[in-house]
C-alpha cells in the first residue's frame, strides 16, 4: 500500500469509528506503531484530524467542543436529575461535599438543599448561587472564570484545593472511556477537577450514559482513581459490567 493510500484509509477509519487508536491500527494494517503516527503527524498538519494522545479524533469532533452551560442544560434533564437524587443519597449531614462545575453537579446541588448542615467546596460560581439561603459553609476556590461554564481554573484554584479535604466528590465528565479514563474538552478544567480527586475520600463520577466510551481532550484521572459511578439505565450492559470489572460500584437509576 502506498503512503496516500494508506493515509486514506486511515482516514475513512477514523471517520466511520469516530477515533483512532494508534496501537490498533498498527496491528489491522501490520506496521509499526511509528509509522501510524508520523501518518496522524501529516493528517493533522492538512486540518483533517486532531492528535491525541495514542491515537486521534475527527478535526471537528463533538468530543472536543466545550459547549457552554446552557447548552448542556437543554440535554438529558431527566437523567441528570435523577442521577443528582441518587448522589444526594450518599451524603450525611455534617460532611464536606466538593463539586466540580457542570450541570449534573449543578443538579447534585439542588439535591443538596434537602440537608441541615453541609460544607460544600467547589469551583462553579452557578453553584455557589444555588446554595445561597441555606445554612451550608460555602467554600468558593476563586481563580480565573471560565465564562461559558462558570467555572473557576487556573493556579489559584489549584493552589487552594491543594489545601483542602472533602468527605466526597461528585465529579461531572465529557468523557468516560475504559483505556482513557475521565476527560473534559479543556486543560484548565482538568487540572482543577485533578486537584478536587487528590482532595477527596470518595470520587463519585456522575454523568448520563451518553458520556460513555467518549474521549475528550484533557484526561483527568484514570478509572482507578475514582470510587463509584452514577449514571443512567440508557447504559450499555456490557460497558457496566467492564466498569464492575475495575472494581467499580455502578449505581442505575
Do not use: W
Request: proline share 2%; net charge neutral.
Amino acid at each position: 500500500m502506498l503512503i496516500d493510500e494508506r493515509r486514506r484509509h486511515i482516514y475513512s477509519i477514523l471517520q466511520s469509528e469516530g477515533r483512532i487508536l494508534v496501537g490498533e491500527v498498527a496491528q489491522k494494517l501490520g506496521i509499526s506503531q511509528i509509522t501510524i503516527r508520523k501518518d496522524l503527524d501529516a493528517l493533522q498538519s492538512r486540518g483533517l484530524i486532531l492528535r491525541t494522545h495514542g491515537g486521534a479524533l475527527p478535526a471537528h469532533s463533538s468530543a472536543l467542543r466545550d459547549p457552554s452551560l446552557q447548552e448542556k442544560q437543554l440535554h438529558h434533564l431527566h437523567e441528570k436529575q435523577k442521577i443528582a437524587e441518587a448522589a444526594a443519597r450518599l451524603v450525611h449531614d455534617g460532611q464536606c461535599v466538593m463539586l466540580d462545575s457542570g450541570t449534573t453537579t449543578t443538579a447534585v446541588a439542588h439535591a443538596l438543599k434537602r440537608f441541615t448542615q453541609l460544607t460544600v467546596i467547589t469551583n462553579a460560581v452557578n453553584i455557589a448561587a444555588e446554595l445561597m439561603g441555606t445554612n451550608f459553609d460555602v467554600i468558593l476556590t476563586g481563580g480565573t472564570l471560565r465564562k461559558n461554564s462558570f467555572s473557576l481554573v487556573g493556579p489559584l484554584a489549584e493552589d487552594v484545593l491543594q489545601d483542602m479535604h472533602a468527605d466526597i466528590l461528585f465529579l461531572g465528565v465529557d468523557g468516560l472511556d475504559l483505556e482513557a479514563g475521565l476527560t473534559t474538552p479543556n486543560l484548565l478544567e482538568s487540572r482543577v477537577n485533578r486537584a478536587m480527586v487528590k482532595g477527596a475520600r470518595t470520587v463519585v463520577a456522575v454523568c448520563d450514559s451518553t458520556k460513555f466510551a467518549r474521549r475528550s481532550l484533557s484526561r483527568i484521572v484514570a478509572l482507578s482513581e475514582i470510587h463509584h459511578v452514577i449514571t443512567d439505565q440508557n447504559a450499555s450492559p456490557d460497558f457496566i459490567e467492564a466498569l464492575r470489572g475495575q472494581n467499580l460500584k455502578v449505581t442505575l437509576v
